[in-house]
């Protein structure tokens, strides 16, 4: 046969290309940044996420190339390549690999690596191979290599699917949806997102109750206090419209009580923190600190890397228009 045929001579359907990419699109992958050294010393790497294990013994992994990468050629020559499993936090580099002609490698701090070929920090796993093995497979190039030396690390990895990054959490015992409640024909079953919210926030802030009983802070000042503990000082009406989506009474005669007992004080820009209110906040928040642990600790990093951008996405698509309160303040008018 024919090598150089092209490969949709044989397929039986003309795949509608966009339509192929979309399925193949179904199967999640990590994320892999593969380098290597071109003949005249430079760095050469690229995002791909065709990577697979092979073999366990001999251990073997393999990755294919597009045949008009830039790249192609430096593979092809050299004998060593290494292959990064990115972290969940290196999207950006990711995207930096996946840019034909930029200078990648610009700036990034490297690991030495006696392979010889660039050796990336900061990534959950990494396979330093030797190449064993080429084939032309369609339009890529398949690289089959031996792996020589490995290391691997406990930060969740990146994840591919559907076109676009994603974070991977191990699911938890099925969630029942049998129904739970039926009233007057409506049902109601534990996987109610309302249900979920109000349980997670109201066990999570269970483990505060106590350092907030002993400072003698009720929930009010619990958001007035880590309110201004973000930024400050804030006028009345400026908190007032921080704290409305909780529904607690932010009115001036409940601000005022946190001034009289020695916890704000007013100046000329509105109110801030008195010594014994950031004291009392600090202890607060080392409460929430240690609560936020024990809870990481049980779930796992993946899983609380996953539902920080999953309680990102649900803030975001349920914000009523807040003021911005993690970014740089607009500049008051003089
Ligand atoms: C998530 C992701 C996965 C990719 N996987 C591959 C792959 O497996 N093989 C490939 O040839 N290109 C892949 N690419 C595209 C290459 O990274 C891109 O074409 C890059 O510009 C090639 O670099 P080069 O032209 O400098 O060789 C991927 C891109 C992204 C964003």
Redesign the pocket.
């Known amino acids: 046969m024919d090598a150089t045929a092209p490969t949709t001579a044989a397929t039986p359907t003309a795949f509608d290309p966009k339509e192929f990419r979309r399925a193949l699109g179904m199967f999640a992958?990590g994320?892999?940044i593969v380098t290597t050294t071109a003949p005249d010393g430079a760095p050469?790497?690229?995002?791909?996420?065709?990577?697979n294990s092979v073999s366990l013994d001999p251990p073997m992994v393999l990755?294919?190339?597009?045949n008009?990468?830039?790249?192609?050629e430096?593979f092809s020559e050299s004998t060593h390549w290494n292959v990064h499993i990115l972290s969940n936090e290196q999207e950006a580099l990711?995207?930096r690999?996946?840019?034909?002609?930029?200078d990648?490698f610009n700036g990034l701090a490297m690991d030495t690596q006696p392979s010889g070929a660039p050796l990336l920090p900061g990534c959950s796993a990494r396979f330093q191979c030797k190449t064993a093995f080429k084939y032309e497979g369609g339009d890529?190039t398949i690289f089959v290599g031996e792996v020589v030396q490995y290391d691997s690390c406990a930060v969740p990895p990146l994840v591919?699917v559907t076109g676009g990054?994603a974070l991977a959490a191990r699911k938890a015992a099925p969630v029942s949806t049998e129904p739970l409640a039926q009233l007057d024909g409506a049902v109601y079953s534990e996987n109610l997102l309302g249900y979920l919210f109000g349980r997670a926030h109201f066990q999570f802030l269970h483990g505060i109750r106590g350092t907030l009983q002993a400072k003698q802070l009720s929930d009010t000042d619990f958001f007035v206090l880590s309110l201004l503990s973000v930024r400050q000082p804030l006028a009345v009406p400026e908190i007032a419209a921080h704290i409305a989506y909780t529904g607690i009474d932010s009115s001036a005669a409940s601000l005022q009580s946190l001034v009289q007992r020695g916890l704000l004080e007013q100046e000329a820009g509105g109110l801030r923190l008195s010594a014994a209110g950031t004291d009392a906040i600090l202890h607060v928040l080392a409460a929430a600190k240690s609560v936020e642990a024990d809870l990481v600790d049980r779930m796992g990093e993946m899983e609380s890397a996953a539902l920080r951008n999953l309680l990102k996405q649900a803030i975001l698509a349920t914000d009523p228009g807040l003021p911005k309160l993690w970014q740089a303040p607009a500049p008051r008018d003089a």
């Open positions: 992958t994320v892999t050469i790497g690229v995002t791909a996420n065709s990577f990755w294919s190339l597009a008009n990468a830039r790249s192609l430096a990711s995207n690999f996946a840019r034909a002609g930029e990648k890529h591919y990054y």
